[in-house]
């Protein structure tokens, strides 16, 4: 919790710049835990970032499987200034979530981001 402060009061230094976030890692964790929210801004008055995951039907929403349970324990987080472009991307494509055919225990992660011609 005490690393997830420092990412988060990095994140708002950037979001007072008006510069775009994105939290990407292996946090080892599970959606809506202390550690996720910390991170996520649910707990300050700052922007609260979007989980990309939740894009993903709930059945295929895991990136590990622990002793027979299935675990989101790597994430995509971005700031609200990029929640556009997420969603401007089609929903089948935002975020994806592939096996990795025996390269890792992990399942792999992607997400799209469709930005507009300037």
């Known amino acids: 919790l005490g690393q997830a402060t420092v990412v988060r009061r990095q994140a708002i230094r950037a979001l007072t710049n008006n510069q775009n976030v994105i939290v990407i ?15 996520r801004g649910l707990s300050d008055e ?20 622990y002793q027979d349970n299935r675990y989101l324990i790597d994430h995509i987080l971005i700031s609200p200034s ?15 979530i592939f096996d990795s055919d025996g390269l890792s225990d992990h399942r792999g992660m992607i997400v799209r981001l469709q930005f507009a011609d300037f």
């Open 46 to 65: 700052w922007a609260d970032f979007v989980q990309t995951a939740e894009s993903v039907p709930l059945e295929d929403r895991y990136t590990y499987i």
């Open 82 to 96: 990029l929640q556009d472009e997420f969603l401007n991307t089609p929903a089948t494509d935002r975020c994806q």
């Open 25 to 39: 890692g292996d946090f080892n964790d599970t959606p809506n835990t202390p550690v996720l929210r910390q991170l």
